[in-house]
């Protein structure tokens, strides 16, 4: 739960982030719902590939013959429980990264996370029009677009690129960075 601070800092973050990647054999899993909080913090702290991992358990839940989220891993019931679906939640929200950066969404933030992917792209819907996120990774460099009806910013590998709403904008990216 501290993790969930985000001003916590690096020196007590990262043994916790680390315990989350590694845990130790006496620690007890999250259970489906606290889930929401653990790929919260991975996101946070730019772990995608753990986080995508994480969701190979909600990949094989029609496997299992279930349609719906369960709310605590078998044996259980499929009774469509809301805090089981949190990864609808967390792909755009942490991994196309779309969120607000200032209260009423009058501004967005977006912090695009590709892990292993080569493509993204994401359509959100906002009172003003939709935040529109396509990323393409090409042979040497990273492709961003945005096109967003209110102001914010872009931000990609500790770097912060501020943007006027209205028109889309595009960044290159070399691929070392």
């Known amino acids: 739960m501290a993790l969930a601070y985000r001003e916590l800092p ?9 315990a989350l990647l590694q845990p ?22 730019g772990h995608i590939n753990a986080v995508e991992t994480r969701w190979d358990f909600w990949r094989q839940l029609e496997s299992k013959g279930l349609c719906t989220t369960l709310e605590a891993p078998e044996p259980a019931r499929s ?6 679906a949190h990864p609808l939640f967390h792909s755009l929200a ?19 996370q590709l892990g292993a992917s080569t493509q993204l792209s994401a359509k959100v819907p906002h009172p003003k029009g939709h935040i529109r996120v396509d990323c393409t990774f090409l042979a040497d460099h990273f492709h961003v ?18 943007f006027a709403a209205g028109r889309a904008l595009e960044w290159r990216f070399d691929a070392s960075n």
């Open 10 to 18: 690096d020196r007590l973050r990262a043994p916790l982030i680390r």
């Open 79 to 84: 009774d469509c429980h809301a805090w089981g």
């Open 94 to 112: 942490g991994k196309t990264g779309i969120q607000p950066e200032a209260p009423g969404f009058t501004r967005v933030r977006i912090n695009p």
């Open 24 to 45: 130790w054999p006496e620690m007890a899993r999250a259970t489906v719902y606290f889930s929401f909080y653990v790929i919260d913090a991975l996101l946070s702290a």
């Open 145 to 162: 677009l945005v096109d967003s009806p209110v102001d914010g910013s872009l931000h990609w590998h500790g770097q912060t690129f501020p």
